[in-house]
């Protein structure tokens, strides 16, 4: 009885400025090939997003590859198990931006607003103020929650118009994470005369 292979899939981006990406995609290429991997890998000039699939010594000798370069030696994928290759091919795009909004000039890995506790942002909105008695209001950044829509390229258009309602308040986003979130976050980093911070709480 033949014992099928385990496939191990792997997700992973980073948001890291990025001007060689024609030179790194036939390197990047290469080594797939070279381990029978498959999947996509898209470069652009903010950084990397990949979904990959394969066995686990490919996987880990790709990732000890890839850690070589130590601008995306802090990378660590997420990982699911399945009995199958999920993919068909091995792709390496270039692309203009790995999350498409139409604004490759953002970038996230400049950082991120403060965050706050859970707890705190809780007493916020029960009382309807911060400490310092300003206005707060939790906003839903998820793509969905703004844009009515599945699509991130809407997301910086509606938030324009929502920003405008923001001045003069303390503003709270609530986000999931993930490589679109993580740019939309930084969209809504700074509208003008408003204070943002950041918190994943679920009440």
Request: hydrophobic content about 40%.
């Amino acid at each position: 009885m033949q014992i099928a292979m385990q496939i191990v899939n792997i997700s992973a981006y980073k948001f890291i400025t990025l001007d060689d990406t024609v030179e790194l995609r036939p390197r990047m290429h290469a080594q797939c090939e070279q381990r029978a991997l498959k999947g996509t890998i898209l470069l652009a000039p903010e950084g990397i997003n990949m979904f990959l699939a394969g066995p686990r010594e490919a996987i880990d000798g790709f990732m000890a590859w890839l850690k070589q370069d130590a601008r995306f030696a802090d990378i660590e994928p997420k990982e699911s198990p399945s009995d199958s290759q999920p993919f068909k091919r091995m792709l390496v795009r270039l692309k203009k931006e790995i999350i498409t909004m139409r604004m490759p000039l953002i970038r996230p890995e400049e950082g991120r607003a403060p965050s706050v506790a859970p707890v705190t942002l809780k007493r916020w909105l029960d009382q309807g103020h911060d400490d310092t008695g300003r206005e707060v209001l939790l906003l839903d950044t998820r793509k969905h929650a703004i844009t009515a829509s599945p699509s991130s390229r809407n997301f910086p258009n509606r938030w324009r118009r929502t920003a405008t309602n923001l001045k003069a308040r303390r503003w709270c986003r609530s986000a999931p994470a993930g490589s679109a979130a993580r740019k939309r976050r930084s969209i809504c980093r700074k509208p003008a005369s408003s204070t943002c911070t950041s918190s994943r709480a679920v009440f």
